[in-house]
């Protein structure tokens, strides 16, 4: 079995930063941005990559979603996700599934809505996600998702390398260019990408002053002093790649033909 990435004290750590159940920035406010002007009343939607499943609950609870299907590859992720949909109770309409990293475990037209939040930077194969994704919607559904990208094709600057090894979490950051292509490949039509370099920049900044700031001596003795150390050196790299524009998290939209 691979290695545990997002293990508890990731979970921790992340959570503290960017909210209960959240494992990526923005909180409810990025999420809505990402599903601005789709309605999900009644419609059965697909979360890949659910994490610790507070989007995943907020599908269902705050925007109607009339069942939810979170996905994840780790077992302490899903672990947390199925204690959160439980306190929720919304285990009659949501459910959070362990699958294997490739072809999505569901049939032809299952989704009415694929949702993923800054977690297809962890599949290389943007091309197949593509297709899958296309495969699993119904005819006339949307593809709603956040994602982390890089700007370009060419190699990953030394400062965009040091950033991905710093983080340690298996990227696999794909162009705008790139991204736009696998889902024209796969069929997809109306096709959206948002730039949210700007937006995560300064918000970037804040997080790091947040962690040299006042908050260090608790967050040392709550995570431990090397692990928050370890954090810094990620932020500040974090912040660099983003100041140059070459990190450039997106919102995409794109409609399977009906
Ligand atoms: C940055 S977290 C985001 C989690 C959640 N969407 C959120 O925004 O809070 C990325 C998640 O993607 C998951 N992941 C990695 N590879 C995956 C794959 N092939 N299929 C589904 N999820 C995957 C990770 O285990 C992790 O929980």
């Known amino acids: 079995m691979s290695e545990i990435l997002y293990d508890d004290a990731h979970i921790a750590f992340l959570e503290d930063i960017w909210g209960e159940g ?17 309605d ?15 989007i995943t609950v907020a599908l269902a609870r ?15 992720v899903c672990a947390a996700a199925r ?13 959070i599934r362990q699958v294997a990293p490739g072809p999505l475990p569901f049939g032809p037209g299952s989704f009415d809505v694929v949702f993923s939040k800054d977690s297809i930077i962890h599949i290389p194969d943007k091309d197949f996600l593509g297709a899958e994704v296309f ?27 040091h950033y991905i090894a710093q983080e ?9 260019r790139a991204y736009r292509a696998s889902l024209e490949g796969a069929g997809f ?5 948002t730039d949210r370099n700007p937006w995560y920049a300064e918000v970037s900044r804040q ?26 050196a990620t932020w500040r790299a974090l912040v660099g790649v983003l100041e140059s524009g070459e990190h450039c998290p997106h919102h995409i939209r794109a409609r399977k033909p009906a």
């Open 22 to 38: 959240f494992l990526s920035p923005g909180g409810p406010e990025e999420v809505a941005r990402v599903l601005e002007g789709l």
């Open 40 to 54: 999900l009343t009644g419609r059965h939607v697909l979360d890949i990559g659910c994490g610790s499943g507070a």
């Open 62 to 76: 705050d925007y109607g979603a009339g069942r939810v299907t979170g996905i994840d590859v780790e077992g302490p």
């Open 83 to 95: 204690r959160r949909v439980e306190e929720a109770g919304l285990g009659d309409r949501v459910e």
């Open 135 to 161: 495969r699993v919607l119904r005819p006339g559904g949307w593809f709603a998702a956040s994602d982390w990208l890089i700007s370009h094709d060419g190699p990953p600057s030394e400062a965009m390398q």
């Open 168 to 176: 340690d979490l298996d990227f696999a950051m794909a162009s705008p």
């Open 189 to 193: 039509t109306e096709i959206g990408l």
């Open 207 to 232: 997080e790091l002053d947040w962690l040299t700031g006042p908050e260090r001596p608790r967050l040392d003795r709550e995570h431990g002093a090397g692990f928050i150390a370890q954090q810094e």
